[in-house]
C-alpha cells in the first residue's frame, strides 16, 4: 500500500505541474490582454517566470524554505543531541537517508519537512515542540515528518509552492501596473463591446489566480497529512505518541515565525485559523478528525 502511494505521488507531482502550469500561462495571457493588448506577450512572460520559480524551488528547496521560516540549521549532534538522534533512528526505521536538521526559535509547537526527494530532504522543528513534547510525542512527530519524506510529499509540496510563489509575483506585478495606470495602454481599444467583456474576463482570472492555487495546494496538504499521520504509525508503533502530540499542538498559540506561503507544509496549522466554511480553505484537515483516525489504528 505504501509503495503504491508513494508511485501515486509521482504521478500527481506530473499532474500539479500541468495543472499550475495552465494556471500560470492563462495568468500570463490575462496579464497581456490587459496591458498590452497580446495574450501571447503575457504568456511568455508567465511562462519564464514560472520556469525560474521552478529551477530556483527544485535545486534550492530546503534553503528557500528554511529561510522564509527563521530556521537555523543544526550541523552536530551535539546541538541537539535528542532531536538528533530521534531523526537519525526515524530516517534508519524509515529507511531514508539522514535528512539535515533544522529549529526555529518559536515557542508554538510545530515542525515541518521540504526538500525536492529524500537525499535532499530537511525536517525542521520548532524550540516549543521540543520543550512541550516529551520523546513519545516528539518521535511521533519526527515519525510523520519523515513519512512525509519517503512518501515523496516534500516534492509535491516544493513544487506547488513554488508555482503559487510564482502565480503571487505575476498579480502582484498586475496590481502595482494597475497602480502605475499600466493599463491606459489599451484606452484606444477599450470603446468596442469586444474589448471590455475580454478585460473583465481577464481582471477576473488575474484577482481568482491566486485563489484557485491557494485551494489546490490545500488540498494537496489535507490529503497528505492523513497519510503521514498513518505512516508515522507504521515507523513508531505506537499511535498514543502522535495522538498525544496532535492535542498538544492543537492547544497552544499561534507561531511568530512561520512564512504564510509555507503553512502548508507544517504538521498543524501554524496559525490556528478556524474556518466557518468547511475545509475548502483550510490547510490541514482537523485535529480532531486525524486524532480519530489514529485512534481506530
Given at each position: ?118 537525499e535532499h530532504a530537511a525536517v525542521a522543528v520548532t524550540t516549543g515542540i521540543m520543550d512541550r513534547l516529551d520523546r513519545e510525542e516528539l518521535e511521533g512527530v519526527i515519525g510523520h515528518e519523515i513519512s512525509h519524506v ?148
Amino acid at each position: 500500500m505504501l509503495y503504491e502511494q508513494i508511485a501515486s505521488n509521482k504521478r500527481r507531482t506530473w499532474v500539479v505541474m500541468f495543472g499550475f502550469g495552465l494556471l500560470v500561462l492563462a495568468l500570463g495571457a490575462a496579464l497581456g490582454d490587459v496591458f498590452w493588448a497580446n495574450w501571447v506577450s503575457g504568456t511568455v512572460i508567465a511562462a519564464v517566470v514560472a520556469v525560474v520559480y521552478m529551477a530556483i524551488m527544485i535545486s534550492q528547496s530546503t534553503n528557500v524554505v528554511m529561510s522564509m521560516n527563521h530556521a537555523k540549521e543544526i550541523t552536530s549532534v551535539d546541538q541537539a543531541p535528542q532531536l538528533w538522534h530521534m531523526i537519525e533512528d526515524m530516517a534508519m526505521v524509515g529507511k531514508v537517508p539522514m535528512p539535515r536538521v533544522f529549529i526555529i526559535n518559536d515557542p508554538s509547537p510545530n515542525a515541518f519537512a521540504t526538500g525536492n526527494d529524500p537525499e535532499h530532504a530537511a525536517v525542521a522543528v520548532t524550540t516549543g515542540i521540543m520543550d512541550r513534547l516529551d520523546r513519545e510525542e516528539l518521535e511521533g512527530v519526527i515519525g510523520h515528518e519523515i513519512s512525509h519524506v519517503r512518501n515523496y510529499d516534500i516534492r509535491l509540496q516544493t513544487i506547488a509552492l513554488a508555482l503559487s510563489a510564482a502565480i503571487g509575483l505575476l498579480v502582484s506585478f498586475a496590481n502595482n501596473w494597475f497602480w502605475w495606470g499600466g493599463s491606459r495602454r489599451r484606452s484606444d481599444d477599450r470603446d468596442s463591446g469586444g474589448n471590455v467583456i475580454g478585460i473583465v474576463i481577464s481582471i477576473l482570472l488575474i484577482i481568482l489566480a491566486p485563489l484557485a492555487a491557494s485551494i489546490a495546494q490545500m488540498a494537496l496538504s489535507r490529503n497528505r497529512e492523513y497519510l503521514a499521520d498513518a505512516s508515522s504509525v507504521e515507523l513508531t508503533r505506537n499511535p498514543q505518541g502522535l495522538i498525544n502530540a496532535l492535542r498538544k499542538i492543537d492547544d497552544s498559540q499561534p507561531m511568530q515565525a512561520a512564512d504564510p506561503n509555507s503553512s502548508a507544509l507544517y504538521i498543524g496549522d501554524p496559525f490556528k485559523n478556524k474556518k466557518k466554511m468547511g475545509d475548502l480553505f483550510a490547510t490541514h484537515p482537523p485535529i480532531a478528525d486525524r486524532i480519530a483516525r489514529l485512534e481506530k489504528m
